[in-house]
């Protein structure tokens, strides 16, 4: 089924044929963002620590859970050993699984999702876990039509920095036959994750879930992805990307 998807007639952008597209999940394609930030201040509060919601959107969207939970502490004057850490790793991953029945994807998005996958090959990289992930891609009965899943637990440095995407590249390229950064096209919603993709070596399309257009340095900007359309990555092109 992959292959099949490659062979079909490709989508350029700015000379390079769109081949593919990797999308961030929490508050890309999952209304999960409140979630975790609920389940950040829970796991913060079992220690004596306070996260204000607005400070998470703004200080810590798109860190994978360990750099947040590291940053809170050392902001507050905490030393934690490495042991401890996996310790309040290990509550926040709690937390989270007690919201998660309540997680769900964004109104529309499976609908998209299974548009795009006839013109394109699908994958995510994430910050959270695939067992955060797969079980609302399941529900939604969309699991099948992402070629690759990369969560926090593949990669040995999360966003901002390129793994996850490279990652992701490395999956479905090596599944569905050569692919390059060039041919690819990340959906993000976070400036780091959008350093991310930048560093990796591929375009991007921002997302105005939890910050405005204006600080996101992508591609292209929309407000949710359901505006993303075919049309929308023929005009994308490199005189629209905005400095880093």
């Known amino acids: 089924m992959r292959a ?3 062979q079909r007639k490709a989508i350029r952008i700015g000379g390079t044929a769109v081949r593919a597209l990797i999308f961030d999940f929490d ?9 975790h930030c609920a389940a950040f201040q829970a796991t913060a509060a079992s220690i004596g620590l306070t996260m204000a ?14 750099e947040c939970l590291d940053a809170l502490c050392v902001r507050a004057g905490r030393q934690l050993t490495a042991a401890a850490l996996d310790d309040l790793c290990a509550r926040k991953r709690q937390e989270f ?12 998005v499976a609908d998209t999702l299974r548009r795009l996958h ?3 090959v699908l994958a995510i990289a994430s910050g959270a876990y695939r067992d955060e992930i797969e079980p609302i891609l399941m529900r939604a009965q969309v699991r099948q039509l992402f070629a690759a899943v990369v969560g926090a637990e ?10 996850p995407f490279l990652r992701a590249l490395e999956e479905i390229g090596g599944r569905a036959g050569t692919l390059t950064a060039a041919e690819c096209v990340v959906i993000e919603d976070s400036p780091n994750g959008l350093a991310a993709a930048r560093s ?3 375009r991007c399309i921002g997302v105005t879930t939890h910050h405005e257009g204006a600080a996101l340095a992508a591609d292209a900007v929309i407000e949710h992805v359901n505006q993303l359309r075919v049309e929308d990555l023929q005009r994308l092109g490199p005189s629209t990307r905005a400095s880093a």
Do not use: S
Request: proline content about 7%; glycine content about 10%; charged content about 20%.
């Open 118 to 120: 006839a013109h394109f």
């Open 27 to 35: 508050g890309v394609l999952a209304d999960t963002e409140a979630l």
């Open 4 to 6: 099949t998807h490659l």
């Open 154 to 163: 593949d990669v040995r440095a999360g966003k901002p920095a390129p793994d």
């Open 200 to 202: 990796a070596g591929m």
């Open 53 to 66: 919601r607005a400070e998470y959107f703004r200080c810590f969207l798109g860190l994978p859970d360990r």
């Open 97 to 108: 699984a007690r919201l998660l029945p309540a997680a769900q994807l964004y109104a529309g």
